[in-house]
C-alpha cells in the first residue's frame, strides 16, 4: 500500500513538473506589461512607470518640481522646504515658458472664513512673489485665496491640519477666470 501511494505521489509530483515546465511567463507578461525603457544604470534613470512622461508636461513639473508647498499655522512665511520646492519651480517655469501658473492658496480652520481667506491670498501671494524673484515672469503667475473651503482633510488633529494650510501650483495654458 505505501509503494503504491508513494509511486502515485511520484507521478503526480512529475506531472506538475512537466506542466511547469511548459509554462511560459514572458509571453503573460508581455501581453500585461510594456516593455521597460532600457536602464543605463544611471542615478537618473526613470522609475518604472514614468518612462514614458513627456520634458515639459504637467506631469513633468508634478513629479520633478513638485506642486504644493505648506505653511506653519496661521502664517505666510515661506519656510526653508518651501523655497527649495519653489526653486525646483522656478527652474522648471524659467525652462517652459509657455506655461502660466496659477497659485492657490489654502488655510485650515483655524479662525474666522474671512481670515482664512486673506491669509490664503497672502500665501498664495508670498509663492508668487518668490517665483518673481527666481526670474519667473510675473505675468505668467496670478494668485488666488480660497481660505479653507477646499480642504484635503476635514479633521481635528493638529498633525492632520497641516495638510490644508497650503499653495498648489496649477499649470495652465491661458488665464482662468480669476474668481475661480
Known amino acids: 500500500m505505501y509503494t503504491m501511494l508513494g509511486y502515485t505521489r511520484s507521478v503526480v509530483a512529475a506531472a506538475m513538473l512537466v506542466a511547469l515546465a511548459a509554462c511560459t511567463t514572458s509571453e503573460v507578461a508581455s501581453l500585461e506589461e510594456p516593455a521597460a525603457a532600457p536602464m543605463t544604470g544611471q542615478t537618473n534613470d526613470p522609475a518604472p512607470g514614468f518612462e514614458n512622461i513627456a520634458a515639459g508636461s504637467e ?3 508634478i513629479l520633478n518640481a513638485g506642486r504644493r508647498i505648506y505653511f506653519s499655522q496661521d502664517s505666510a512665511t515661506l519656510d526653508s522646504v518651501a523655497m527649495a520646492t519653489l526653486d525646483n519651480q522656478a527652474v522648471w517655469l524659467n525652462r517652459n515658458p509657455n506655461w502660466l501658473v496659477k497659485l492657490q492658496g489654502f488655510a485650515d480652520d483655524s479662525g474666522s472664513p474671512s481670515k482664512m481667506v486673506a491669509l490664503s491670498q497672502k500665501r498664495a501671494e508670498a ?5 518673481a524673484s527666481k526670474g519667473v515672469d510675473a505675468r505668467r503667475m496670478w494668485a488666488k485665496g480660497y481660505g479653507n473651503d477646499r480642504e484635503v482633510r476635514d479633521c481635528a488633529e493638529r498633525s492632520c491640519k497641516v495638510q490644508n494650510r497650503r499653495v498648489v501650483s496649477n499649470l495652465r495654458v491661458q488665464r482662468d477666470d480669476e474668481g475661480a
Open 59 to 61: 506631469e513633468d513639473f
Open 127 to 131: 509663492a508668487m512673489a518668490y517665483l
